[in-house]
């Protein structure tokens, strides 16, 4: 199973995360948005240290379909060569803000030597009403080996304070897949099953 993380990375979530991964043995893969690796380029850098796998969301966590071919190239453009540049990494996966790509994006982000990724199970942990037993169950549903699993290590685009409960429910996650028997890793390690890349004209 792939665990991966968006919107990161944030000065008190991430570390958080990092903490419970770490002390599990459990590697990620982080889907970092390059206005924050460069709002807190130390943590991005920590990231990478421990071990994860880096992965580009995008510079900017915009609505794709909105922006022109060249405005989407720039963005990708902008957060690969960030994102490289501070943890020393040369990314392999994208995946688009809200999960929908235009033909334009999808383009750039291959030009880029990007592989678009979205997911089998989520937590829905970015609502208000997230608590960790509600994000736990969500993701439980989805569990099966080869799962592509998102959570989020950050509230930039979500509900104030909701990676709380990401955090809370990440120990009760992992002890799951250990239960069924499942490895957890990055994208990286493991045949990846997830819905469709919704494209749309650009």
Do not use: K, N
């Not at 944030?10 to 990620?28: F, I, K, M, V, Y």
């Not at 240290?49 to 060249?70: C, M, S």
């Not at 002890?175 to 494209?199: F, K, M, N, W």
């Amino acid at each position: 199973m792939a665990l991966t993380f968006d919107d990161g990375p944030h000065p008190q979530a991430t570390p958080e995360l990092l903490r419970l991964l770490d002390s599990t043995g459990t590697r990620a893969t982080f889907f970092l948005l390059g206005e924050m690796a460069e709002q807190h380029p130390s943590i991005t850098r920590a990231i990478a240290a421990a071990g994860h796998e880096i992965a580009v969301h995008g510079y900017e966590h915009r609505l794709l379909l909105t922006r022109r071919p060249t405005e989407t190239h720039v963005d990708l453009a902008r957060a690969t060569a960030v994102i490289s540049e501070l943890t020393g990494m040369t990314p392999r996966w994208w995946r688009p803000p809200y999960g929908i790509a235009s033909t334009a994006a999808v383009r750039a982000a291959r030009h880029l030597g990007l592989t678009p990724v979205l997911w089998s199970c989520w937590g829905r942990d970015w609502t208000r009403r997230a608590t960790p037993d509600s994000v736990f169950r969500t993701v439980r549903r989805g569990l099966t080996g080869g799962a592509t699993v998102l959570l989020h290590d950050s509230d930039h685009c979500a509900a104030p304070r909701s990676w709380e409960a990401t955090v809370g429910a990440l120990p009760a996650i992992l002890t799951s897949c250990r239960a069924r028997g499942l490895d957890v890793g990055p994208l990286g390690e493991h045949r990846i099953v997830h819905r469709s890349l919704q494209v749309a004209p650009s």
